[in-house]
């Protein structure tokens, strides 16, 4: 069933007709409707269809949640900074524990809000551009961008008062 939602919702996203699909993959309507309707796609058609709408296979078969084709390359490209940096950068490993640490997070309640993980995004966000900035010699984006991962990191400081206060509320129920 996965299939049939997962292949209706990318072709509805698109606002794309299945006589579309059919036309530019060339893969019959009735197969597209057929895939949509729960029906398994052979590993051909759907490798086609997953080239098509930009996703993995295993995201169309429904054996992952990740949308993205390339979630591979990031292995690579942990590699590749890891060679680059002599080891002084982020490692595959290090992002895995704190992914972890955040699910352990919101799955003990979140004590402190979201806080921390929009502190992070954001953080990640700003942190993201200052580097490309970098790279292209905008010294004055660079700054900016800079200065606002600052900023989403120094939230990560609120945790502290928003723990206490949750626990100094509990205390005085």
């Known amino acids: ?3 049939k ?5 990318l072709r509805e996203e698109r606002d794309l007709k299945q006589t ?8 019959s309507r009735s197969t597209i ?8 796609p052979s590993t051909a058609n759907g490798t086609i269809l997953a080239a098509y709408y930009g996703v993995s296979l295993d995201y169309i078969l429904g054996l992952t949640d990740e949308r993205n084709a390339d979630v591979g390359g ?4 942990f590699a590749v900074l890891n060679k680059l940096t002599d080891g002084k ?28 993980i929009v502190a992070w995004k954001d953080f990640m ?7 490309r900035f970098a790279g292209s010699g905008d010294t004055v984006a660079m ?11 120094l939230d990560v400081t609120k945790m502290p008062a928003m723990l206490l206060g949750k626990k100094e509320g509990k205390q005085n129920a």
């Open 74 to 77: 990031i292995s690579k490209s």
């Open 125 to 131: 966000a700003h942190l993201t551009d200052a580097l």
């Open 1 to 3: 069933m996965i299939g």
């Open 20 to 27: 579309t699909v059919a036309q530019e993959t060339g893969l």
């Open 89 to 116: 950068g982020p490692s595959a490993s290090d992002v895995a524990a704190l992914l972890d640490a955040s699910v352990a997070y919101l799955c003990n309640g979140a004590p402190c809000g979201m806080t921390p």
């Open 143 to 153: 700054l900016d961008s800079a200065n606002a991962a600052v900023v989403a990191a």
């Open 5 to 9: 939602t997962r292949l209706r919702q």
């Open 33 to 40: 409707s057929n895939y949509e309707s729960g029906m398994t």
